[in-house]
């Protein structure tokens, strides 16, 4: 007999299903590989003002698209989620096949925008998904009690050269820019950028690999297991924690200065 759990069942009753892309573009100057950072508008409720990576909560209407495609169902509503909150956010558009440039994905990001699902876009454009091109990398779900748990799976994207525009959505987020991990990792450093736990570990992480190619095979030798960070005692001080085993190089930081949301 199963025993009652009244705090994972709050967690489940109020997890929402999320998706998010690590965007790369090649370096014009030669370096490591830049990634897309969104920097949050303050006054919204989860990570107001910090430096994420593009993304979002997965639909009702993204669930009904990956069922028509068929397959995992969790992995490929994330994937939609992922399209769709990418071209909402950026105009940038991944994880499709079709003829794509910069005016035709302004004029679809215009048209999502106005209808808010990703599935008559697709069709008004001639454009199919290629799941395949968002590479899983992660699953972040924080198991305890917070004001907002998002289930979320990490997935890798390539731009290649880059040479697009982006364009902020003004109502979610405040600023664009493009940045190696090391990079981003320092602009935290210096307080020019604040980023929260999991986008730390995850730009830790990344910091490995100066391409987009060498992330991917990182991804294929760990497991996707579900990352639910842990309190741990260390000399008497309470750190944040995450499993050992999953590929990142740093596996927490004290709570006093870790940044949860």
Request: proline content about 6%.
């Amino acid at each position: 007999m199963e025993t009652y759990d009244p705090e994972q069942e709050y967690v489940l009753a109020n997890t929402v299903p999320a998706a998010t892309v690590v965007i790369y573009r090649r370096n014009a100057a030669g370096g490591p590989a830049q990634l897309l950072m969104v920097e949050r508008n303050a006054s919204l409720a989860f990570a107001g003002g910090a430096t994420v990576f593009p993304g979002g909560k997965i639909d009702p209407a993204d669930c009904e698209l990956a069922a028509k495609l068929g397959g995992d169902l969790d992995l490929g509503a994330a994937r939609v989620a992922a399209v769709r909150e990418t071209l909402e956010e950026t105009g940038l558009v991944v994880g499709i096949e079709g003829t794509v440039d910069g005016m035709i994905a302004a004029q679809a990001r215009q048209m999502l925008l106005e209808t808010g699902d990703l599935a008559p876009v697709l069709d008004a454009f001639g454009w199919t998904l290629a799941p395949d091109r968002l590479v899983p990398f992660a699953r972040w779900w924080p198991r305890h009690r917070t004001e907002r748990i998002f289930d979320t799976h990490f997935f890798l994207a390539d731009l290649g050269t880059g040479a697009v525009d982006i364009e902020v959505d003004a109502t979610e987020n405040r600023h664009l820019f493009w940045a190696s991990a090391a990079e981003a990792l320092e602009l935290a450093e210096h307080g020019k950028i604040r980023v929260i736990f999991p986008t730390r570990r995850n730009l830790e992480r990344l910091a490995l690999f100066d391409t987009y190619e060498a992330a991917c095979a990182n991804a294929e030798v760990f497991p996707i297991d579900v990352i639910s960070p842990y309190v741990e005692i260390r000399n008497g001080e309470r750190w944040l924690m995450i499993p050992d085993g999953l590929g990142y190089p740093v596996l927490g930081e004290p709570i006093a200065t870790a940044r949860r949301g």
